[in-house]
């Protein structure tokens, strides 16, 4: 199908397109970082017009990921291409890619033409190589989420996409060799039981992941960084209007990585938000595959960047959607608790999900959770205690 086809299906799905930046001097997130247009004087910016033309290179520095066409066929398959198909998957490398970057460069990082691609830049464009030979390409991702009812041609949710990332960060940790340790990172999903089903708010319990820290450091004293995921479902055919302003506010964190979420069959991967919209990169053009190589210092990359800024009204999105927050170390988690934990406890009972310290079992061998906390940190076997509590 050709691109401008499926640009006029989604249009059908999505509603048309609509791109740039409104009249509005509300604030912008992107990502943890705030534009401030109205009170661009106390921003570091010297006026509205450069606060927002800061905000255009920190959209279009992030990492695009679209359909590709010509490449080697997927497994046993004759798929050598992912269109109609992998817009969820596509969505779901935007956001590893973000957590990688932010990893690998720090969230200041800026994609400037004028200078040689960095090399470490290159590194993780080359990871999502459209290869079975590329760590997180969507071949690896459709292998490694099978049990998850992935599978070339098929469209699934962001449920079975968060843990097939899950599995294939695990199958990258355990066949990475030394030298390519600092790419990985730890993957924990936080949902309400094992088939994501359970009704209620999902529960972030601080002792599980931990645990997941612990076996993805073997041992090693050092809190290695962490990729959370939480799969929502926040509604019936359209998101709950009493979970948007929390929805908004997790742009705020330091930690965000965004939103994997759209309507069914057209993903989107959510990056910033202004007012009640939400700024999207859209996987859904079509384009060549590029090979990168880091030590290729002439590819060009831009057709993994985006230029057109694209924003969809928060209350269309398919109630099917799924956060991403990525934690660099211990204290950047502990942070993250706190915020979620004031999140949850400012959402008027409507929580996105709880925060809590261990699971306990009652007297009928039911397992609850403990509503106060300590904070350890267990991985470095320290414990202290905090002055506030989680839900």
Not at 49 to 68: C, E, K, N, P, W
Request: aromatic fraction near 10%; include cysteine.
């Amino acid at each position: 199908m050709a691109s401008g086809a499926i640009r006029r299906f989604q249009d059908r799905v999505l509603g048309p397109s609509r791109t740039g930046i409104s009249s509005s001097t509300s604030e912008i997130w992107l990502l943890g970082v705030c534009y401030k247009i109205s009170e661009a004087e106390s921003f570091e910016e010297a006026d509205a017009g450069r606060v927002l033309a800061a905000f255009r290179q920190d959209f279009s520095s992030l990492i695009l990921m679209t359909y590709r066409r010509g490449f080697e066929p997927i497994g046993d398959t004759t798929y050598t291409s992912d269109v109609n198909w992998g817009c969820m998957l596509r969505s779901g490398q935007m956001l590893f890619a973000q957590a990688l970057l932010f990893q690998r460069l720090g969230r200041s990082w800026r994609k400037k033409d004028s200078e040689p691609p960095n090399e470490k830049y290159l590194e993780i464009l080359e990871l999502f190589g459209d290869t079975e030979a590329s760590a997180f390409s969507i071949h690896n991702l459709i292998l490694a989420g099978e049990s998850y009812g992935l599978a070339a041609g098929s469209w699934v949710g962001p449920y079975a996409v968060c843990r097939s990332w899950e599995s294939l960060a695990r199958k990258n940790k355990e066949e990475t060799d030394v030298k390519h340790k600092s790419f990985s990172m730890a993957v924990h999903i936080v949902s309400g039981s094992e088939d994501g089903e359970r009704g209620g708010a999902p529960i972030l319990c601080i002792e599980d992941v931990t645990k997941t820290c612990l076996e993805f450091s073997e041992g090693d004293t050092e809190w290695p960084p962490i990729l959370l995921l939480v799969p929502l479902v926040l509604g019936l055919d359209k998101v709950n209007p009493r979970y948007i302003p929390s929805l908004i506010a997790t742009f705020t964190f330091p930690q965000s990585l965004g939103i994997l979420g759209g309507k069914p069959g057209a993903s989107t991967y959510i990056v910033g938000v202004q007012e009640d919209k939400g700024f999207y990169l859209d996987p859904h053009d079509v384009q060549q595959v590029v090979t990168v190589k880091k030590e290729n210092q002439d590819v060009d990359t831009s057709s993994y960047h985006c230029n057109t800024l694209r924003y969809v009204p928060l209350e269309s999105l398919d109630p099917s959607l799924a956060l991403g927050f990525y934690c660099q170390d211990k204290d950047d988690f502990d942070d993250f608790c706190i915020r979620a934990t004031k999140l949850a406890g400012d959402s008027n009972g409507a929580p996105l999900f709880t925060v809590t310290q261990s699971h306990r079992t009652n007297d009928c061998g039911i397992a609850e959770t403990s509503s106060s906390t300590v904070i350890s940190t267990e991985i470095s076997g320290e414990e202290h205690e905090d002055d506030w509590q989680l839900l």
